[in-house]
T-cell receptor, first 110, second 115 residues
Framework: GDSVTQMEGPVTLSEEAFLTINCTYT??????LFWYVQYPGEGLQLLLK?????DKGSNKGFEATYRKETTSFHLEKGSVQVSDSAVYFC?????????FGTGTRLQVFP | DAGVTQSPTHLIKTRGQHVTLRCSPI?????VSWYQQVLGQGPQFIFQ???????GRGNFPDRFSARQFPNYSSELNVNALLLGDSALYLC??????????????FGQGTRLTVV
């Protein structure tokens, strides 16, 4: 069935380091892909999205490119900040529902 | 504009009890979905409602039910609570259902603890 797999955390980085969080998916058809972020004690916030192959979603310095050939949607940021510390979820939207990965916790230290 | 609002924010119930969770979508949004997020996991789809009709159901037992009202708000009901029902319940609203550009906006969630 359709699924999303993302790298396990926690990912621990120093401020201004480069971030990559890997995400791959299996899907029937061509889903839309999303990254959501969850700060402690809060719900999910949409970070970025891409709806078709080779689309690049970007927001707040984060980027991810929809790679159909590798079924991937890796999240990247060139220089992380302490305020980026949160749990990041990769998701696909297919047949009227979101399918999420298990989440990757990012911890950024000054 | 107000975002997605859920109530209550927290509650504690005893095994075997019943619970009702409520969600008000963003104004103008006609679709509401419910997700269960167990600690340390990603959210799992429970239901989707659009224009007051159930459009999708996840792999959850019949103890879980939901409905959508004429004003597009929604309730999630869980009967005969089990310890394993302890989770964050998230409501998401979207303008419509389906389509590759559909964006879901989430509420803060209801933290349910079953003891």
């Amino acid at each position: 069935g359709d699924s999303v797999t993302q790298m396990e955390g926690p990912v621990t980085l120093s401020e201004e380091a480069f971030l990559t969080i890997n995400c791959t998916y299996t899907a029937t058809g061509y889903p839309s892909l999303f990254w959501y972020v969850q700060y402690p004690g809060e719900g999910l916030q949409l970070l970025l999205k891409a709806t078709k192959a080779d689309d690049k979603g970007s927001n707040k310095g984060f980027e991810a490119t929809y790679r159909k050939e590798t079924t991937s949607f890796h999240l990247e940021k060139g220089s992380v900040q302490v305020s980026d510390s949160a749990v990041y979820f990769c998701a696909q939207y297919n047949t009227d529902k979101l399918i999420f990965g298990t989440g990757t916790r990012l911890q950024v230290f000054p | 504009d107000a975002g997605v609002t859920q109530s209550p924010t927290h509650l504690i119930k005893t095994r075997g009890q019943h619970v009702t969770l409520r969600c008000s979508p963003i104004s103008g949004h006609k679709s509401v979905s419910w997700y269960q997020q167990v600690l340390g996991q990603g959210p799992q789809f429970i239901f989707q409602y659009y224009e007051k009709e159930e459009r999708g159901r996840g792999n959850f037992p019949d103890r879980f039910s939901a409905r959508q009202f004429p004003n597009y708000s929604s309730e999630l009901n869980v009967n005969a609570l089990l310890l394993g029902d302890s989770a964050l319940y998230l409501c998401a609203s979207s303008l419509r259902t389906g389509g590759k550009n559909t964006e879901a906006f989430f509420g803060q969630g209801t933290r349910l603890t079953v003891v």
